[in-house]
């Protein structure tokens, strides 16, 4: 399999991976035989390196064949009560009840984290709910608001500005920082929206 690895600053690396599974991969191989990296960021087909001193030679990256590793399952509580459901639902050209039960009956998986800490961005949803964002984003979106936009689903952890389509809320805490790790969901975790 084929990398391309490209300077980022003068302490880190970008590694080009050819979809998210195999950069979730690749960062989870790193994070267990690189004690010498600083950090290791998962992007959509990314993985950011960092070090300290040194520059670290990553010679040739190889993801031996091996049974897939599926992420941790978490379910998510959510109250489908979002301003955008009813839009959502003229957009798709399915009613309220069938965005959540599509949005409830799909898994999806934590394909990077960004925008803000514990942001994860799901991959996997149903291809139905596949709505552009809006065309004027809000100014503020209440933390723990569950959103769809594009192939995405996610969690806004924390109050913000937002253009993703609203589709309810949840009392789980994405991000805490006294907690260990501070973010609830990491690359690769499946996750399940449940509505009570």
């Known amino acids: 399999m084929s990398y391309e690895i490209r300077p980022a600053g003068d302490r880190g690396s970008l590694i080009e991976a050819p979809d998210n599974a195999t950069a979730v991969r690749l960062a989870r191989l790193l994070r ?30 190889v993801l031996m064949p091996e049974p897939e590793q599926p ?27 069938e965005v959540v039960a599509r949005h409830t009956g799909a898994e999806h998986v934590a394909a990077f ?3 803000q800490p ?3 961005y799901l ?10 964002r809006r ?17 995405y689903s996610g969690v806004y952890p924390r109050d913000s500005p937002g253009g ?10 994405m991000f805490d920082p006294a907690r260990e790790p501070p973010a609830l969901l990491a690359p690769g975790d499946r996750v399940r ?4």
């Open 32 to 61: 267990a035989e690189r004690s010498d990296l600083v950090d290791i960021v998962v992007g959509h087909t990314t993985v950011l390196v960092t070090w300290a001193a040194e520059p670290a030679d990553l010679g040739e990256l």
């Open 71 to 97: 992420g941790r399952p978490v379910e998510i509580p959510v109250v489908y009560n979002g301003p955008d459901l009813e839009e959502v639902a003229r957009l798709t050209g399915l009613s309220q009840e």
């Open 113 to 115: 984290l960004g925008f």
């Open 118 to 120: 514990g942001f994860a």
């Open 123 to 132: 991959t996997g949803g149903d291809e139905l709910l596949h709505v552009p």
């Open 135 to 151: 065309e004027v984003p809000r100014t503020r979106v209440p933390g723990g608001t569950v959103a769809i936009a594009g192939p």
């Open 164 to 173: 993703w389509r609203l589709l309810g809320s949840t009392t789980a805490a």
């Open 193 to 196: 929206f449940v509505a009570p």
